[in-house]
Nanobody, 126 residues
Framework: QVRLVESGGGLVQAGGSLRLSCEDS????????IGWFRQPLGKDREFVAA????????YYADSVKGRFTISRGNARDPVYLQMNSLQPEDTAVYYC???????????????????WGQGPQVTVSS
């Protein structure tokens, strides 16, 4: 059972940057495609970005294209979500999750992901 842990959330002013990390205590994360989602208060969880297990393929929500970058390094490195030019509408709890095997690589459905982390809060002030 994969257990993901996110870190790096916090409070930032509009226009600022944050980097989130997603790690697996068993260091098996390199074998999984990983997605980032976010859930604003009172709203549904929404797709942000995903990366294939090799790192060769990345996918983004239109709302974050050009501002956010998902990446991964060597086998034991975390999966990162670099968030630049943050805006108040980016305020949410952010989660990473493992993409299920056999689903389309381009999926943005939360139901196609599992082993959710605990979700750090990201707050962007205006």
């Amino acid at each position: 059972q994969v257990r993901l842990v996110e870190s790096g959330g916090g409070l930032v002013q509009a226009g600022g940057s944050l980097r989130l990390s997603c790690e697996d205590s068993e260091q098996t994360i390199s074998t999984y495609a990983i997605g980032w989602f976010r859930q604003p208060l009172g709203k549904d969880r929404e797709f942000v970005a995903a990366i294939s297990w090799s790192g060769a393929h990345t996918y983004y929500a239109d709302s974050v294209k050009g501002r956010f970058t998902i990446s991964r390094g060597n086998a034991r490195d975390p999966v990162y979500l670099q968030m630049n030019s943050l805006q108040p509408e980016d305020t949410a709890v952010y989660y990473c999750a493992v993409r299920h095997l056999g689903v389309p690589q381009t999926t943005k459905a939360a139901t196609d992901f599992g082993s959710w982390g605990q979700g750090p809060q990201v707050t962007v002030s205006s």
